[in-house]
């Protein structure tokens, strides 16, 4: 997969592309990552990318150029099929759906914005689509942009280590993650739970779909309204319920 982000802060970005899973799968080939600047194409002297707000207002505004030279630039390099999208806190809640889709994708073109945000007009002549990464707002769109760019390549084909590591991650089938545990054994008089000691790998499933339901319950049960639940999870969340009622009524 190849993906260019268009930033003014380039060097926010390249860091994190040498390190991790990013890091491998840029090595094996498995991902390219070009990073390209507006201030480069800037006509001016003093490099300005940005203006004040029509209308008035605090802070300052991306102008159309040399931004949309820039993207424009960069497309010309995308694969066909790509998707052009602007990390914006207006944009559509990033999800596991949204991150499996543009894993299909031949190429991502991201624009990372700044300031007060970008002209509205660049938006609507360059931009397939805007995404949010939550409701909250950070200073510009390079950290959300390295989100997009993280959860895609863990779906890229021998990007991971083990393949059934993505599979396993909260949100893919709908539900949070289970708990993990490693050695030691006994940590502070706590104890790895029994089942996972047994090396009975079918009572290891359902503990795990057991707690990866019952965590979703108590934290996120938003997800767990979403689903339609098969008569083995409805049984092992009964069961997660019970016992956590049992649990309180001892306490």
């Not at 991790?20 to 070009?34: C, P, Q, S, T, Y």
């Not at 991502?108 to 995404?131: C, K, P, T």
């Not at 790998?201 to 990866?212: F, S």
Request: glycine share 10%.
């Amino acid at each position: 997969m190849h993906i260019h982000i268009v930033t003014l802060f380039p060097e926010l970005i390249s860091g994190a592309l040498a390190h991790g899973v990013l890091g491998r799968a840029i090595d094996n080939g498995i991902l390219e990552v070009a990073l390209s600047n507006p201030r480069d194409l800037a006509e001016d002297r003093h490099a300005t990318v940005d203006d004040r707000p029509y209308g008035g207002g605090p802070g300052m505004v991306l102008k159309v150029e040399p931004t949309r030279s820039c993207l424009r630039k960069a497309k010309a390099t995308m694969p066909e099929g790509s998707r052009s999208i602007f990390l914006s806190a207006q944009g559509a809640p990033l999800d596991h759906a949204k991150v499996r889709e543009l894993a299909d994708r031949p190429g991502l073109l991201l624009l990372a914005g700044r300031y007060e945000g970008v002209d509205e007009r660049l938006v609507e002549s360059e931009i397939d689509e805007e995404l949010s990464i939550g409701d909250f707002v950070v200073s510009g769109g390079e950290l959300p942009a390295l989100v997009v760019v993280d959860a895609v390549a863990r779906l890229l084909p021998g990007a991971l280590g083990d393949e059934l590591s993505a599979e396993q991650d909260s949100f893919v089938n709908g539900l949070l993650d289970c708990p993990h545990y490693t050695r030691p054994e006994v940590v502070d008089e706590r104890k790895v739970p029994d089942v996972l000691l047994s090396g009975n790998h079918e009572e290891i499933r359902r503990w795990r779909l057991k707690q990866a339901l019952g965590r979703t319950w108590m934290r996120r049960p938003d997800l767990i309204k979403k689903l339609v639940l098969s008569d083995e999870q409805q049984e092992l969340l009964g069961e997660f319920m019970a016992e956590t009622d049992n649990r309180n009524g001892a306490n």
